[in-house]
């Protein structure tokens, strides 16, 4: 672990083109079992917390050209080729679906003796949420013959490493499943294991558990394993940038920015506080020397805190502050063996702004060589642009970007810090913020296939997967078909989505065994979450529900995704289902008007009875065209103004400003963004989990990053006009600007907009990517706009 950085960029610049191994994964692989063997250590706990070493020498008469393998484990792995890191891995999923990666080994190899080396870990019950597991075990198979030297069998070479013990929770109440931390005592751990010549004689000969199966072939139980459709994670080395606080000890003022050695002398306690001035998910490491027997705390938090319990709770404040404050957060520990050259890098990747790093020395002094972090995420690049003139349009567009990168690995999460899970109604949004800033879908097809993969027997998806323990919130089951019908719209892949319809209908026959002979929902089961709203009415971010069990926001959304399944099953399912959706659409919306629909107040109410009424009821109504034309434009302008409705939060803002947008208000888009200008006020780096700041749990949820979708499809004025964003819809809003041009990623290829008023009139320059065209909307004319270069004057 001690070349971790150097390994981290050697992975970064030769694993990132993974997809292409795809092409040299031999078929034989997919169709019947592995000759390699999923291994594990003698003697060991198949499923109890534990590290391990795994080690097999290979010589080679001359450096390959290529050397293909295949590697997975449980719970998870780094491996290391001559000391270089070179994959990690498994990328998470579940089961029936065990991914392996597929790892070029040639750039790391050389002609004479050779080390593979994996580090596996199993956290046991402490595991995060997210890691499914069967067992401990460990699996490496060469492509074809000419690497099966590496095939995992008895040969290997392993060892438990028994340094490590498992540190739990954050130091205070509140839903943390993010995995522990890691106590290590430097006296104990094996070390210089992944070198060459190193002697591991001492070392038990691995056991065998089950051979390698793929998914679909006869012995395929226990891991089902599937090749990864993800790259490689990226790894970029990352310095500490401040040290707000230091007691008991001098430090130089370089350090942490600048990698200076720092003395904590003999019978000493020191404390710092290092503040990397943005949140971030890295690796951390530390490299020390001497200080036989130091104990080392390093703890890691978000924010700082005002408050910690007592009748406020956790209070947070501005988080740049943190003079007065309390420190608590997830933590490793280590105790120095007082060697020259320790070293400890993180497991699993940690999340933070502050690192606090408390040092207590005994008889001799310890010397902290460097600290620094190794950034890690799903490898999205920013190929869109936009140029405004406004700085503060920048810094939301730049915080969202951070929020939407940390909230993206293996799968898409809701948070990195707390739970690292991959839920339906987050993942919505962060799709389209990946097709609108990067291009890149992959990710979202993997999310689509993970949400599909997890329905249950009544046909429902899982609110979130993977995930070990089963939850259930039906509401997102509808937001899944929403979120499948944006991939339809946004990427040209109408196989993909044409596979995923009978899930569709699974679920929607699951909802319509609890409609009532109108159409209405009535005691829809398990949880009902739209919004974390505290207000009357609202039950842990449950709408209102009539004594009978009725809910506007629930048969409102119900409608919306009949109306998307019967377009999709129109144009490339079953007729017969088509017809179906569209019927039961229209019965709803003449339901939801008689149940809901208050004259007296123009507006539609959450409840049969009329008492309650808010922001997201009337905006599912315009979003579902309950109401349209002026009738939208009426309901849009009571959005906006009537305070006495329930407020949407940060999240579903998203819904919101579609439906200001589609009632003609979108001119005024930029006015709406007061929550992220709080945000930025009270210190954030990346958007809060919910809109009350002073007790946000999450300061980095990529559900409230939607202005990175909108500053692109509203305000530049972007959009799919067509199923495969095979047509595009230029229709901006541009408010009181005077020129904006900007950049989007299209399947096709490069579509660029640029407006500049001039003389009393706009200059338009429009280019489209081949075989594309659309339209140009503006002040309600269309204008024809085809492939190639546009140039209107309006």
């Known amino acids: 672990m001690k070349l971790f950085f150097k390994c981290a960029l050697l992975i970064i610049g030769l694993l990132l083109v993974k997809p292409g191994y795809a092409q040299t994964l031999s078929p034989a692989l997919l169709k019947g079992p592995w000759k390699a063997n999923w291994i594990t250590v003698q003697g060991e706990s198949a499923k109890d917390y534990g590290i391990y070493h795994f080690r097999k020498n290979i010589r080679l008469d001359a450096k390959p050209a290529s050397f293909i393998v295949h590697v997975s484990a449980d719970n998870r792995y780094k491996l290391y080729v001559n000391e270089t890191l070179v994959s990690l891995g498994p990328a998470r999923g579940d089961t029936y679906y065990w991914n392996f990666e597929t790892v070029d080994l040639a750039p790391y190899l050389k002609a004479g003796d050779n080390t593979i080396a994996a580090l596996v870990w199993n956290e046991g019950d402490y595991r995060p949420e997210a890691q499914i597991s069967i067992r401990t075990g460990f699996i490496m198979q060469g492509n074809t ?284 949004i962060q799709a389209l913020i990946s097709y609108y800033n990067s291009g890149d879908d992959r990710l979202a097809r993997n999310a689509l296939n993970q949400m599909d993969h997890s329905r249950i027997a009544e046909g429902l998806t899982l609110s979130r997967h993977p995930s070990f323990s089963p939850q259930v919130i039906s509401t997102f089951s509808l937001w899944y078909i929403g979120m499948l019908h944006d991939y339809w719209m946004y990427r040209p892949d109408s196989a993909f989505v044409q596979d995923k319809l009978a899930g569709v209908r699974d679920v929607l026959d699951f909802f319509a065994k609890y409609q009532q002979a109108d159409g209405s929902l009535k005691d829809t089961p398990y949880w009902t979450f739209v919004d974390w709203v505290n207000n009357k009415g609202w039950d842990f971010g449950q709408a209102p529900k009539s004594a009978n069990g009725n809910s506007a926001v629930l048969d409102l959304q119900l409608m919306w995704a009949y109306d998307q399944a019967a377009e999709m099953e129109a144009r490339m399912g079953l007729p017969a289902f088509a017809q179906l959706y569209h019927e039961k659409a229209t019965q709803l919306k003449a339901t939801i008007q008689k149940r809901y629909w208050d004259a007296g107040r123009s507006l539609y109410a959450d409840t049969e009875d009329k008492e309650l009424f808010s922001q997201h009821t009337n905006t599912l109504a315009v979003l579902t065209g309950m109401v349209t034309g002026a009738d939208a434009t009426a309901l849009s302008k009571k959005l906006l103004t009537d305070t006495t409705l329930t407020q949407c939060t940060i999240y579903f803002k998203y819904y919101l400003h579609q439906a200001l947008i589609k009632g003609g208000f979108g001119d005024n888009y930029t006015q709406w963004l007061d929550i992220w200008r709080k945000n930025i006020a009270m210190g954030l780096t990346t958007w809060a989990e919910i809109s009350d700041l002073e007790h946000n749990r999450s300061d980095c949820h990529a559900w409230g990053a939607s202005p990175n979708i909108e500053f692109y499809r509203t305000i530049l004025g972007v959009d799919s006009y067509a199923p495969g964003f095979g047509k595009v819809k230029i229709e901006p809003h541009l408010g009181d600007m005077k020129s904006l041009s900007g950049e989007v990623p299209h399947p096709n290829g490069k579509l660029s907009v640029k407006y500049k008023l001039e003389s009393n009139k706009w200059a338009i320059e429009i280019l489209l990517p081949q075989n594309t065209s659309g339209i140009l909307v503006w002040k309600g004319k269309s204008y024809p706009i085809t492939a190639g270069e546009n140039k209107l004057s309006i």
Do not use: H
């Open 145 to 428: 013959d000419a690497e099966a030297i590496v095939n995992t069998d008895k040969s290997w070479k392993c060892i438990r490493d028994k340094a490590y013990q498992p540190i739990t929770g954050v130091g205070y109440g509140t839903y943390y499943v993010a995995g522990p931390g890691e106590r290590v005592d430097m006296n104990l751990i094996i070390k210089n294991w992944t070198k060459p010549g190193f002697d591991d004689s001492a070392w038990k000969n691995a056991i065998k558990i089950d051979a390698g199966n793929p998914k679909g072939t006869v012995n395929a139980f226990g891991w089902m394993l599937v090749p990864s459709s993800l790259p490689q994670m990226e790894l970029t080395y990352q310095r500490i940038a401040t040290l707000r606080k230091a007691e008991g000890v001098n430090v130089p003022k370089s350090f942490p920015a600048v990698k200076t050695a720092l003395t904590i002398p003999a019978n000493t306690s020191a404390t710092l506080l290092l503040d990397q001035t943005f949140l971030t998910n890295a690796f951390l490491t530390l490299n020390f020397s001497k200080g036989k027997n130091a104990a080392i705390k390093l703890s890691y938090a978000e924010a700082l805190f005002s408050s910690l319990k007592g009748r406020e709770g956790t209070v947070k404040g501005n988080r740049n502050e943190v003079e007065g404050k309390l420190f608590a957060g997830r933590r490793d520990s280590i105790i120095a063996d007082g060697s020259a050259g320790q070293t400890f890098t993180t497991l699993a990747w940690r999340t933070f702004r502050y690192i606090q790093l408390k040092i207590k020395t005994g008889a001799e002094s310890l010397v902290i060589n460097d600290i620094y972090g190794t950034f890690t995420g799903y490898p999205f690049k920013q190929n869109a642009s936009l140029e405004t003139g406004n700085p503060e349009m920048q810094k939301i567009l730049d915080i969202g970007w951070r929020t939407a990168r940390l909230c993206a690995g293996e799968t898409y999460t809701d948070c990195p810090y707390y739970e690292q899970l991959q839920y339906v109604g987050d993942s919505r």
